[in-house]
């Protein structure tokens, strides 16, 4: 009895030790499958292009973890092209953040060099680029700040006739530039080729800013009563179908401009152009709109509705006049349609006399004559010829005259003086030509012909 219960348990030993022995065996079988599978997986991993590159990640990782980017929004705009035309006080810091955000292809079109006088607001140049092409200076910048993108430059100034090949290979098209002969042209170049546009203008402490031509349609369609799809939004010809009268039109170098306002508006319209790429909301309906900056209000932003495409206008209606043929073959005239700027000719000859003129034939000072300086008080403050007075040009009327033969006028450029003289005229102050009155011819611009140290601020 004792020995069959023996041979039980010796036999139960046996059956035991023999299990172990196949338990460790597979245990190390599985130990090293695992880590053939780790390895294998690690492999993978490495072998695994990510969407973006390794750098990527990190340069834009803070705006990638916004729900409005994203990792789809941040291929967007990798896959993105801008064009910037104009690298002044808008273009250069949409420029800036258009690159910080990663678009990956960013065209510049501007024919001007840099100028002193541009400094103060033009963020990307800087002074010993003074000279240097805008478009040069600006690609310099962005390159240094995102060296991993595409930029492409267009140095000439944008016409009728370049205007099409310019704008094709682009998505997007951010008009930066400050003159309304070619903000027409801009507007109209991307109906032709259904681009969406984002305007932005600023003057002074003011500014403006619009998205165009979104969604972008040809001229004239109309959506399906049972589409879904939203018709193409106004373009800048349906906002101003006329453009403001030439003589209204200042352009920065006679309207101050404060840099902060314009600043404002270019980082406004590089925000527009992000959410615009990284939403992709392209196609989708979009409520148009005019967002207005005044650096002096209490409340600096409102918004104001835009009505929806007009339906007559001459570049985005079924009745356009606006073509391909008409552009590119150059009937389109853009300054004559905005009306140029003549040169003031409100003085003869004999009403005239050259900065040097005066300065040799006038004593100082001369109990017979008086310069009378028309510009604005805050100009006059800025420098001023001795023994000159200041009567604004709109205090003209209401101002008393000092009682001398000769009353020559002066303004910055000699356009406003012949304008005050004749005004001056006008009112009687000539007393029936017993008095002269007259201008120095080139302003005070000329002035720097007799004293080259006299100030010149742009
Ligand atoms: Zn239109």
């Known amino acids: 009895m004792t020995t069959t219960i023996d041979t039980t348990i010796h036999t139960l030993r046996e059956e035991i030790a023999s299990c172990e022995t196949r338990l460790a065996e597979l245990r190390t079988q599985l130990a090293a499958a695992e880590a053939r599978s780790q390895t294998e997986s690690r492999n993978e991993q490495k072998a695994r292009k990510w969407p973006l590159e390794k750098d990527d990640y990190k340069r834009y990782g803070r705006q990638l973890i916004l729900p409005e980017i994203g990792l789809q929004g941040q291929l967007r705009l990798k896959k993105a092209s801008v064009l910037i035309v104009g690298v002044g006080g808008l273009g250069c810091p949409a420029a800036a953040y258009l690159a910080g955000a990663g678009v990956g292809t960013i065209g510049f079109v501007d024919g001007d060099t840099v100028d002193e006088s541009n400094l103060h607001r033009q963020i990307l140049h800087t ?27 267009h140095r000439t ?83 101003f179908p006329r453009p403001p ?47 207005l900056f005044s650096a002096t209000a209490d409340a600096p932003f409102r ?5 929806a495409r007009r339906p007559g206008c001459a570049a985005c209606s079924a009745r356009a006049t606006v073509t391909r043929d008409a552009l590119a073959g150059g009937s389109l005239d853009y300054v004559r349609f905005c009306g140029a700027v003549e040169p ?19 004593p100082d000072p001369d109990p017979d004559h008086v310069l009378v300086d028309v510009r604005d008080k805050v100009q006059f403050e800025l420098c001023s010829l001795a023994g000159s007075i200041n009567i604004p040009y709109s ?30 005229k006008e009112l009687g102050l000539g007393a029936g030509g017993k008095r002269w009155i007259g201008d120095i011819r080139g302003g005070l611009s000329a002035w720097r012909e007799v004293d080259g140290e006299f100030p010149d601020y742009g």
Not at 129 to 136: A, F, L, P, Q
Not at 218 to 237: K, L, N, T
Not at 268 to 286: F, P, T
Not at 303 to 307: C, H
């Open 344 to 362: 003031v000719r409100a003085l003869g000859p004999g009403e005239r006399v050259g900065a040097r003129e005066y300065y040799a034939e006038e």
């Open 157 to 239: 100034p944008l016409t009728p006739q370049t205007a099409l090949p310019t704008f094709t290979p682009y998505d997007l098209v951010l008009d930066c530039t400050d003159n309304p002969a070619t903000r027409y042209l801009i507007s109209d170049t991307c109906v032709l080729l259904c681009k969406p546009l984002v305007s932005a203008s600023a003057l002074r402490t003011d500014g403006q800013l619009m998205l165009l031509n979104h969604p972008s349609r040809p001229a004239g369609s109309v959506p399906a009563r049972d589409s879904d799809s939203p018709p193409g939004g106004p373009c800048y010809r349906c906002v």
């Open 303 to 307: 918004s104001v509705r835009l009505a």
């Open 245 to 291: 009268p030439a003589a209204s039109v200042v352009s920065c170098g006679e309207g101050g401009i404060l840099g902060p306002v314009v600043g404002v508006m270019g980082v406004l319209q590089a925000l527009e152009a992000i959410k615009l790429i990284a939403g992709g909301r392209r196609d989708r309906r979009y409520e148009p709109s005019l967002l």
């Open 395 to 424: 205090e003209i009327a209401a101002t008393a005259l000092p009682p001398r033969r000769r009353i020559y006028v002066v303004c910055r450029l000699g356009n406003d003086s012949q304008l005050a003289a004749r005004r001056m």
């Open 127 to 153: 002074t010993p680029k003074v000279g240097m092409s805008k478009v040069d200076s600006a690609i310099d910048y962005c390159k240094s700040l995102n060296p991993t993108l595409t930029y492409t430059p």
